[in-house]
């Protein structure tokens, strides 16, 4: 099992940054890779980035691209997403996520809200 404590959201204004963190706990050694997803209201849940844990291979979303950065630190086993000029399109419930060997985002954070307001 794995389990994943998200933290970072908040309300910030629009042009601002936010970083969010992740810390995967538990059976560590079977993480192919990590990402991040947000839920608007109203709208589905939408991929935003995702990094591979052996290479640091990086994903994003077309929405996101040149805005947002995923990351890793080896050291706290701890990813991140670093948020620039947010919008208040950004504003949504985020969430970390964990792709096992052989599975397909099979783990979850509890969410994290982030409010970009105008």
């Known amino acids: 099992q794995v389990q994943l404590e998200e933290s970072g959201g908040g309300l910030v204004q629009a042009g601002g940054s936010l970083r969010l963190s992740c810390a995967p706990s538990?059976?560590?050694?079977?993480?192919?890779?990590m990402g991040w997803f947000r839920r608007a209201p109203g709208k589905e849940r939408e991929f935003l980035a995702s990094i591979t844990w052996s290479n640091g291979r990086r994903y994003y979303a077309d929405s996101v691209k040149g805005r947002f950065t995923i990351s890793r630190d080896n050291a706290k086993n701890t990813v991140y997403l670093q948020m620039n000029s947010l919008k208040p399109e950004d504003t949504a419930v985020y969430y970390c996520?964990?792709?096992?060997?052989?599975?397909?985002?099979?783990?979850w954070g509890q969410g994290t809200q982030v409010t970009v307001s105008s």
């Open positions: 538990g059976r560590t050694s079977t993480i192919y890779r």
């Open positions: 996520a964990l792709e096992s060997y052989g599975s397909s985002w099979d783990y």
